[in-house]
């Protein structure tokens, strides 16, 4: 039975990937310190419903398939606490079956603080950020580094490392020719906020740990995701990942879903034009399941711009609108001044075949694939609260 340690596994994400893994018959060990929650209720963000802590999940996921998910809570920036989810002299665990290391096969690194908003609300949230994710991923380098070398990490990276350049977006790394010399250099990147800065670190960090000690690692240049339904979330309904709708910690096409169910107007920044890639959270459980179970070879940065189709928010405003409306819903389109220093009219055109190629199938985003998601709101719709939705964070 392989191991994959998965390093924030309390979050969006986090949850769903470690009841994939484990429903493939994967032993799986779920690490987080709750800092997602606790950044919620210190800023009173809204939560669609309410989510068993993840000691809870574990025990209701065991009691409906019977396969255990082992809960380690911990701050990942701790050097000694990283380290102990690695050292047998260390081990947090001593209960480790005879024959069995306790060394992962894998490890998924999602333990970061994951919003932009966040990261520029004022200095000390920056520095909450720049802490939080460099510690952990510089943690986490250096383990694998003396305990398991040959381990593969794959790496939430953000298409926003690449900001919206003027020219097609390669898929990591650009051939560039200067002055008749010709190089390999990673894509040039431009972040719009601490955040996205931090990740342009987590890459360079990594991309010296591969250069320098034959480190394996695939970093997923992640779009916006929406949903939350996933297959293994179906057994039963307290398996839901977290769904924020917030500004803060809520993504675009779950905010304006949000929105249109209690008729609050969606919130389109500026002129709308702002273009990004986005996927369904059933293809970002495809596209690193992938990664993992077929590793590039070792000492390779392999990156993947992890997308499946554009929309400008202005056609997901509309989209939202027109599915809205079919459901008996009065959804309002509102633009309003953009918080944020962005450009609203600009070229993107991101190459994103690498996942289709090993092997992930889409889930595109259709009015009968909004409409679903539209239902589940639609259910929890009393614990909506208006007037967290917006406040208009600048960046």
């Known amino acids: 039975m392989k191991h994959v340690l998965i390093l924030g596994g309390d979050g969006y994400l986090g949850w769903p990937t470690a009841m994939h893994f484990s429903a493939r018959g994967w032993r799986v060990t779920v690490v987080d310190n709750y800092f997602r929650r606790n950044a919620c209720t210190e800023l009173d963000t809204g939560m669609l419903y309410p989510t068993p802590t993840l000691p809870e999940r574990a025990r209701i996921w065991y009691e409906k398939t019977g396969h255990d998910i082992k809960v380690v809570i911990g701050d990942l920036a701790d ?23 306790g060394l992962p096969d894998a490890i998924v690194h999602y333990a970061e603080q994951p919003s932009a908003p966040y990261s520029v609300m004022d200095y000390r949230r920056a520095d909450i950020t720049l802490t939080n994710n460099l510690r952990v991923t510089n943690n986490l380098m250096w383990a694998v580094r003396d305990f398991c070398p040959q381990t593969p990490i794959v790496k939430l990276g953000t298409m926003g490392e690449y900001g919206t350049p003027n020219i097609d977006i390669e898929e ?3 051939d560039i020719e200067h002055k008749g010399r010709r190089d390999r250099f990673l894509f040039p990147r431009q972040a719009s ?3 996205h800065t931090s990740k342009i670190m987590d890459t360079d960090l990594l991309w010296f740990g591969v250069r320098t000690w034959g480190l394996t690692v695939t970093d997923l240049m992640q779009g916006p995701v929406y949903g939350v339904a996933t297959d293994e979330s179906a057994i039963d309904e307290r398996l839901n990942t977290l769904f924020n709708y917030d500004e803060i910690f809520g993504t675009l096409i779950n905010r304006f879903v949000t ?22 959270i059933r293809d970002t459980l495809q596209c690193v399941w992938l990664s993992v179970t077929q590793p590039p070879p070792a000492g390779e940065l392999r990156i993947f711009n992890q997308v499946m189709e554009t929309f400008s928010v202005n056609e997901l405003a509309k989209l939202t ?3 809205g ?28 075949q690498g996942l289709i190629e090993l092997g ?24 909506i609260r208006r007037e967290v939705i917006f406040r208009g964070v600048k960046w």
């Open 193 to 195: 906020s601490i955040y």
């Open 172 to 174: 990591g790394w650009l």
């Open 259 to 280: 929105q249109a169910v209690i008729g609050y107007p969606l919130t389109v920044y500026g002129q709308g034009g702002q273009t990004r890639g986005y996927l369904d």
């Open 360 to 383: 992930v199938e889409p889930h595109y985003l259709t009015e009968d694939s909004l409409a679903a998601l539209f239902a589940i709101v639609e259910k929890h719709r009393h614990t």
């Open 79 to 101: 050097p000694a606490f990283m380290r102990s989810l690695f050292d047998e002299r260390l081990r947090y665990d001593q209960a480790i079956e005879p024959g069995y290391s």
């Open 321 to 323: 609108q027109r599915v």
């Open 325 to 352: 409306r079919s459901l008996g819903h009065d959804v309002v389109i509102d633009h309003i001044d953009n918080p944020r220093k962005e450009a609203e009219a600009h070229y993107y055109n991101p190459t994103y």
